[in-house]
Nanobody, 117 residues
Framework: QVQLVESGGGLVQTGASLTLSCAASGGTFSTYVMGWFRQAPGKQRELVCIITSGGTTNYVDSVKGRFTISRDNAKNTVYLQMNSPKADDTAVYYC???????????WGQGTQVTVSS
């Protein structure tokens, strides 16, 4: 069983930067695919980006070139650096742990990110 706790959300202005963190406990963090998801009001939850156990990353087109996912296996933590955020990036951001199959059984509680102009 893996417990995930996100932090770092808040209010950020367009053009600024924000970094989210997700600390994991339990399980073997380094073996999991880690993902960041988000859910905006009135919209379905969407996958933002993932990082595999080997460090391979993948991003949804809308954040490519602006967001960076990284992981520190020594600290059992995954990060999401958000550069040049836009109003459309406003959402609750969740981290999740899972496997290459695309199944993510472990989720954090979410952290609100609000981008204002």
């Amino acid at each position: 069983q893996v417990q995930l706790v996100e932090s770092g959300g808040g209010l950020v202005q367009t053009g600024a930067s924000l970094t989210l963190s997700c600390a994991a406990s339990g399980g073997t963090f380094s073996t999991y695919v880690m993902g960041w998801f988000r859910q905006a009001p009135g919209k379905q939850r969407e996958l933002v980006c993932i990082i595999t156990s080997g460090g391979t990353t993948n991003y949804v087109d809308s954040v490519k070139g602006r967001f960076t996912i990284s992981r520190d296996n020594a600290k059992n933590t995954v990060y999401l650096q958000m550069n040049s955020p836009k109003a459309d990036d406003t959402a609750v951001y969740y981290c999740a742990a899972g496997w290459p199959s695309g199944l993510y059984p472990f989720w954090g509680q979410g952290t609100q990110v609000t981008v204002s102009s």
